[in-house]
């Protein structure tokens, strides 16, 4: 479920299952057909009987309506609306498999009654989402004017991994109540998680424009813009955070948003904001570090991350990070050292590996830099780029006909878009040549 849905079926269990308390108990039968069960009458004593449960559970008296329906249902067992208030007591307790047992009972006696299977689903949404589709499908089914069914389905379909079928049940739910604005918020969400961002922020702006006082739009706005890498990210993300100040994952993303279109003198002052009168906390110095990188300012921004490995020493990304401020710092030494530091967390991060190449070459440890580039050469095929750097590190340990070879391989796959490079490997090429006794 997204974030702003997880205790949706908590949320939604209470309203769903009164609705069919609110009616007047249906009619007692006096056959053992199901399906004349809601229009026949019984006489007294079992009249009374649900009478008093009915009693009980207005007043929320739960546990003393069990006794009445348990002594109705023992005479008349086949009598599915009494099942399915028994059913509804359980589901107060939070006798959970009670009250399966006795929507279950409901729904066999009589397979028309949609609140059964309604309530059931939600009874197992949270807990179990893919038990509720069925039963959601079947009260979906029973109900097609209504849209609730359909949105509790595709629920039940999204928790479940479904994706497709979810937005199908969204959709549908808002082509009978196109106001719905959790099917709306639901669906904008399923959309990101389906990488169509742009889909999500016309949900989004269209369940604002119903009601702007939809948080969870403004969250789902702001982050589909984000996706997107548009300016106006930065606004969605400030409206927002003036309706939920305290969410600190969301008021980073607002300070990425902003160092992102390299506003960072509005980033800094958001920091120092949130940094007032608080110890450093480590999403905090994260985030300062970021801004201080895109500054240039290394010196302060190595010192943030120090700052943050000392609170985090096992973050790879942390060591990663302050590994590459020294390389642009050229301070080769604790660059190795950092970037060996994140390796041994994140042995698989290319990223590292990369950056620890540049280091080995830059500091002049050739050998050390191409059996770097020969480690990253197995996980994906060298650039052009990287066939230059080999060339001129083995041109660098006079290995003259290796050298040439990767100049000429430099050459291949550039296609003369580096001219300066191109200009450098051509002359190289004819001296190397002339070295390993080849022909002009």
Excluded at 129 to 143: E, F, G, H, T, V
Excluded at 282 to 301: C, M, P, S, Y
Aim: aromatic share 8%; proline share 5%.
């Amino acid at each position: 479920m997204t974030r702003f849905a997880s205790n949706l079926a908590r949320k939604l269990l209470l309203p769903a299952l009164v609705a069919p308390l609110l009616c007047a108990s249906p009619a007692l039968p006096q056959s053992k057909s199901a399906s004349q069960g809601t229009r026949e009458i019984v006489k007294n004593p079992l009249n009374d009987l649900l009478d008093e449960a009915r009693r009980d559970i207005d007043r929320n008296d739960f546990e003393a309506a069990i006794v009445p329906l348990q002594k109705f249902l023992a005479q008349k067992d086949d009598f599915a609306y009494a099942h399915f208030q028994l059913a509804y007591v359980y589901t107060a307790l939070k006798r959970s498999p009670e009250a399966q047992a006795e929507y279950q009972k409901a729904m066999a006696l009589d397979p028309k009654m949609p609140e059964a299977p309604l309530n059931l689903g939600i009874l197992l949404l949270e807990k179990d989402p893919s038990a509720a589709i069925a039963p959601l499908q079947k009260a979906a089914d029973l109900l097609p004017t209504q849209s609730r069914p359909r949105f509790l389905l595709g629920v039940a379909q999204e928790s479940s991994g479904n994706f497709k079928d979810a937005a199908q049940s969204y959709e549908a739910a808002l082509r009978l109540d196109p106001k719905d604005a959790q099917a709306s918020i639901h669906l904008g969400n399923l959309y990101l998680r389906q990488n169509r961002p742009a889909d999500a922020e016309q949900k989004f702006r269209a369940t604002l424009e119903a009601d702007p006082s939809q948080t969870a739009a403004l969250f789902g706005l702001a982050e589909s813009l984000d996706v997107q890498n548009k300016a106006e990210a930065v606004e969605a993300w400030k409206n927002y955070l003036q309706r939920k100040p305290d969410d600190a994952p969301a008021r980073a993303r607002y300070v990425h948003a902003l160092v992102s279109r390299e506003n960072y003198e509005a980033a800094l002052a958001e920091l120092e904001r949130e940094e007032a009168g608080k110890p450093p906390s480590l999403e905090l110095l994260k985030l300062h570090a970021d801004v201080l990188i895109g500054q240039k300012k290394w010196t302060e921004a190595a010192a943030a991350l120090r700052q943050a490995i000392s609170i985090a020493p096992r973050d790879a990304q942390l060591h990663g990070g302050l590994g590459r401020v020294y390389l642009q710092q050229r301070n080769f030494a604790d660059a190795e050292r950092e970037l060996k530091a994140a390796l041994q967390i994140d042995r698989g991060n290319l990223e590292y590996w990369k950056d620890l190449g540049s280091t080995y070459y830059l500091a002049g440890n050739y050998t050390a830099a191409l059996a770097t580039l020969d480690l990253i050469a197995r996980a994906e095929p060298p650039t052009a780029g990287v066939w230059f750097i080999r060339a001129l590190c083995y041109d660098n340990l006079k290995q003259a006909r290796s050298a040439l070879e990767a100049y000429e391989k430099f050459l291949e796959l550039d296609g003369g878009k580096n001219s300066d490079q191109v200009w450098q490997a051509r002359q190289r090429i004819k001296v190397l040549k002339r070295e390993v006794g080849q022909k002009n």
